[in-house]
Structure formats: structure tokens, C-alpha cells
């Protein structure tokens, strides 16, 4: 990995591809460290510094878009067949950039179910899902690619304007519950700010390519749904179990709860050094409450 951990300055130059939740935090928090950011989007501007990609057109960026680029930031997840969007179009013209660092954000889908156990860095990824096949494909793509990548393994990403609140509020909200079901989950802030930190810090990139980003405390779907209750002051309605619901659930919807697992945040926040902003769920919808 070229000088992999070179601090971020005002001469840094971000790509970040896919402006969608993660990629328009990312993007407007790094423009007020002072660095540049373009990001991409398929259809209308979304930004003010975007530009047009998409995939599955023939639509490439210009190429003024790549001039001066150090960093690279890919918050696209693989297209319907499977292959990266990204290197798909664009590997050989991001190959011939000099690079500092690029980084890919990935899910912990990769890990499959374990039955509610720890997961880390070390296990062996056992996707269960296809997309989650998908992914880790499209990992092994950006490792082979020989490009300075790191890799992000996210498990739900949640925030202001994208929480258990909007669900509620749109009546999208299905109380279910299921014995011994935990998830993991992280805050948008929390995706941008360790991304931040370990470019920033010269020691504790070089020696990981692939950093889970979670929060502590893994926890049931239904004490989320109460807290979000409480703090509005509602009524949760009953929970349904999810033996009696299975059968109504949509496959996105039942693939949900094939999974159970706990992500570990110890390598980056142990051997790292990165401390939360939002150590667990309630911290971080007190934030997303204060924003509703
Ligand atoms: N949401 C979660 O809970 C979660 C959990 C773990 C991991 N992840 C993964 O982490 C990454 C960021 O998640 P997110 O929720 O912030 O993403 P998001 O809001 O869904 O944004 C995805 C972005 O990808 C762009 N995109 C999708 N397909 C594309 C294609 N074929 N060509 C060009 N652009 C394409 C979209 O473009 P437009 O803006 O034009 O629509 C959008 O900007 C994704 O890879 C996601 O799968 C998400």
C-alpha cells in the first residue's frame, strides 16, 4: 500500500462514489476539514459538487474529474450481477492514478449467522445470504485490484432522517420479536469520523485492510422500537412473534432475521484507538430524536 497512512491536508482531493446516506456525510464532513470532495450520483445532482455515474449506462465521468485525486471512497453496493460498479467501469482508469488511499464500504453480511456470537476481523467470512456472496466477491475484487484499498465491514447504518423514527412516523414500523435476535448497528456519524481517524493517524492503517465500523452494544430490533416509543411519548404496539408473521414477511424482509450475529468493534476501538461518538443505540436516536 502506497504511504498509506498520509494525514489528511488541504491538498487532498476525494472521489466519493454513491452520495447516498454514508456518501453525502462523508462528503460534506471532510469539505469542512478543508479537503476537496466530489461525489458521483446516477441521476440528478444531489450535491453541488457531483458528477454523473452510473454502471449500468454508458455514462462515464470526465475525465477533469480524476485530475489531482488522492483519495477514493466507494459507498456503491455490487450491481444485480454481482461485480463492483465501480471497478467494473473504472478499475484501469483508477489504477493509473496515484493513489494515497481507497476505501470501500462493505457489510458485515459477510460474516452469515452465528448464532448471536462475536464476530471479528479474524473469522472467516461465511456469507449465507447471495448478496451477501455478492459482497464478498466484490471485496475480493477491490483487494485484487492492487489499489491501495481498505475495507469498512458496516452492519445497519442508521442516522438523522434514516432511523426507527422515519419508520414509525411513515407507519412502516413492524414491532416483531424473536428469542435471543440481536443486530448490530452503527451511526452515519460514527462510518465518517473512524474513516477520518485512521487516515488521519499515521500508525494504524498500514496493518489492517479490513476494519469492522459497529457500535458496543448489539441489541434486540424490539428494545430499539420501545426506546423510539418512549422518547416520543407513544404507545409500542404489541409485539408479534415472528414464527406467527414469517409467512407474510416479504424475502428481503424474512432474510432480515436469518441472521444473528455480534459485531466486535475491538479492533478498531481497542487496538485503534477510536472512541464512538455513539457507543450504543440510545445515544445515537437521542441524536436522530433531537434532529426529527
Ligand atoms: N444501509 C445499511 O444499513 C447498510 C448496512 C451495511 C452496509 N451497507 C452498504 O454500505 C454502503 C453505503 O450504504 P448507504 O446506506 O449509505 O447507501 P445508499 O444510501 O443506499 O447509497 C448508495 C449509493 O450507491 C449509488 N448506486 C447504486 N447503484 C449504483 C450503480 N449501479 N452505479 C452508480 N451508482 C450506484 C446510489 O446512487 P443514487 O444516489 O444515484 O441513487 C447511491 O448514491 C452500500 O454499499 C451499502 O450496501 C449499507
Given at each position: 500500500m502506497k504511504n498509506p497512512a498520509s494525514s489528511l491536508n488541504n491538498k487532498s482531493k476525494f472521489l466519493i462514489f454513491g452520495c447516498g446516506f454514508s456518501g453525502s456525510y462523508f462528503a460534506n464532513t471532510i469539505r469542512k476539514l478543508g479537503c476537496s470532495a466530489l461525489t458521483s450520483s446516477?441521476?440528478?445532482?444531489?450535491?453541488?459538487?457531483s458528477f454523473l455515474f452510473d454502471s449500468e449506462s454508458e455514462i462515464v465521468p470526465n475525465k477533469k474529474i480524476f485530475d489531482g485525486v488522492t483519495h477514493i471512497l466507494s459507498c456503491i453496493p455490487p450491481d444485480k450481477n454481482g461485480n463492483d460498479p465501480v471497478l467494473r467501469k473504472l478499475k484501469n482508469k483508477l489504477k493509473s492514478l496515484s493513489l494515497e488511499w481507497v476505501g470501500y464500504l462493505s457489510t458485515t453480511g459477510v460474516y452469515g449467522n452465528t448464532e448471536g456470537d462475536w464476530v471479528s476481523e479474524s473469522d472467516q467470512p461465511n456469507p449465507f445470504q447471495k448478496r451477501s456472496h455478492k459482497r464478498l466477491n466484490c471485496e475480493k475484487e477491490w483487494i485484487k485490484s492492487g489499489l491501495p484499498v481498505q475495507i469498512f465491514r458496516l452492519p445497519g447504518i442508521y442516522g438523522p432522517g434514516r432511523s426507527t423514527f422515519e419508520a414509525i412516523k411513515n407507519k412502516k414500523i413492524r414491532v416483531i420479536c424473536k428469542k435471543n435476535q440481536v443486530f448490530s448497528r452503527i451511526h452515519v456519524a460514527d462510518i465518517t469520523n473512524a474513516i477520518i481517524y485512521l487516515l488521519q493517524n499515521r500508525n494504524s492503517l498500514k496493518f489492517y485492510q479490513v476494519i469492522n465500523i459497529a457500535d458496543d452494544e448489539p441489541c434486540s430490533q424490539i428494545e430499539v422500537i420501545q426506546y423510539c416509543y418512549d422518547l416520543l411519548g407513544l404507545t409500542m404496539p404489541k409485539p408479534i412473534l415472528f414464527e406467527d408473521v414469517r409467512e407474510k414477511l416479504s424475502p428481503i424482509a424474512q432474510s432480515f432475521w436469518m441472521e444473528n450475529r455480534r459485531v466486535s468493534n475491538s479492533l478498531l476501538c481497542e487496538t485503534l484507538g477510536y472512541k464512538l461518538i455513539y457507543k450504543n443505540y440510545k445515544i445515537g436516536l437521542r441524536n436522530c430524536y433531537s434532529k426529527f
Amino acid at each position: 500500500m502506497k504511504n498509506p497512512a498520509s494525514s489528511l491536508n488541504n491538498k487532498s482531493k476525494f472521489l466519493i462514489f454513491g452520495c447516498g446516506f454514508s456518501g453525502s456525510y462523508f462528503a460534506n464532513t471532510i469539505r469542512k476539514l478543508g479537503c476537496s470532495a466530489l461525489t458521483s450520483s446516477r441521476s440528478e445532482k444531489k450535491d453541488p459538487e457531483s458528477f454523473l455515474f452510473d454502471s449500468e449506462s454508458e455514462i462515464v465521468p470526465n475525465k477533469k474529474i480524476f485530475d489531482g485525486v488522492t483519495h477514493i471512497l466507494s459507498c456503491i453496493p455490487p450491481d444485480k450481477n454481482g461485480n463492483d460498479p465501480v471497478l467494473r467501469k473504472l478499475k484501469n482508469k483508477l489504477k493509473s492514478l496515484s493513489l494515497e488511499w481507497v476505501g470501500y464500504l462493505s457489510t458485515t453480511g459477510v460474516y452469515g449467522n452465528t448464532e448471536g456470537d462475536w464476530v471479528s476481523e479474524s473469522d472467516q467470512p461465511n456469507p449465507f445470504q447471495k448478496r451477501s456472496h455478492k459482497r464478498l466477491n466484490c471485496e475480493k475484487e477491490w483487494i485484487k485490484s492492487g489499489l491501495p484499498v481498505q475495507i469498512f465491514r458496516l452492519p445497519g447504518i442508521y442516522g438523522p432522517g434514516r432511523s426507527t423514527f422515519e419508520a414509525i412516523k411513515n407507519k412502516k414500523i413492524r414491532v416483531i420479536c424473536k428469542k435471543n435476535q440481536v443486530f448490530s448497528r452503527i451511526h452515519v456519524a460514527d462510518i465518517t469520523n473512524a474513516i477520518i481517524y485512521l487516515l488521519q493517524n499515521r500508525n494504524s492503517l498500514k496493518f489492517y485492510q479490513v476494519i469492522n465500523i459497529a457500535d458496543d452494544e448489539p441489541c434486540s430490533q424490539i428494545e430499539v422500537i420501545q426506546y423510539c416509543y418512549d422518547l416520543l411519548g407513544l404507545t409500542m404496539p404489541k409485539p408479534i412473534l415472528f414464527e406467527d408473521v414469517r409467512e407474510k414477511l416479504s424475502p428481503i424482509a424474512q432474510s432480515f432475521w436469518m441472521e444473528n450475529r455480534r459485531v466486535s468493534n475491538s479492533l478498531l476501538c481497542e487496538t485503534l484507538g477510536y472512541k464512538l461518538i455513539y457507543k450504543n443505540y440510545k445515544i445515537g436516536l437521542r441524536n436522530c430524536y433531537s434532529k426529527f
